[in-house]
């Protein structure tokens, strides 16, 4: 699949929240997340392989209560896409936010390679 397919799919994904899914079928087994900052102290910036990553998803959907959200594009250029996003939510234990942020995906081999997230890191 070429860079704008992955895209596609994956934003049809987001948009019927199976953000599960989307990782099980369009990354690949290697694939690299990187945050903007660290999620949490001594953890990193990076998540690596797959499985990695959907227990970091996981942890996500389990600590947070989703209001609301929603996704833009793709936006392609040659073998990357960039999808703006929005999440209305409240942390367990914490208050309620609204968070804006752009993920700039590398396409390989028709699997999504790394990812990258860019958001305002004074939240």
């Known amino acids: 699949m070429s860079a704008m397919e992955v895209g ?10 199976e953000e599960r899914k989307a990782i099980e079928e369009l990354y690949a087994d290697d694939a690299v997340s990187i945050e903007a900052m660290e999620k949490n102290p001594g953890q990193g910036r990076e998540t690596k392989g797959k499985d ?3 227990a970091a998803s996981d942890w996500f959907f389990e600590n947070m209560e989703v209001h609301d ?3 833009e594009g793709p936006y392609p250029f040659e073998d ?3 999808v ?23 396409v390989k081999d028709g699997k999504i390679s790394e990812v990258r997230f860019y958001y305002d890191t004074d939240c």
């Open 84 to 106: 703006p996003m929005w999440i209305d939510l409240t942390p367990k234990n914490g208050a309620r936010m609204k968070m804006h942020e752009a993920a700039r995906y590398k």
């Open 80 to 82: 990357e896409f960039i």
């Open 52 to 54: 990695a990553i959907l």
């Open 8 to 17: 596609k799919k994956l934003v049809a994904y987001l948009e019927a929240n």
């Open 69 to 71: 959200g929603g996704v």
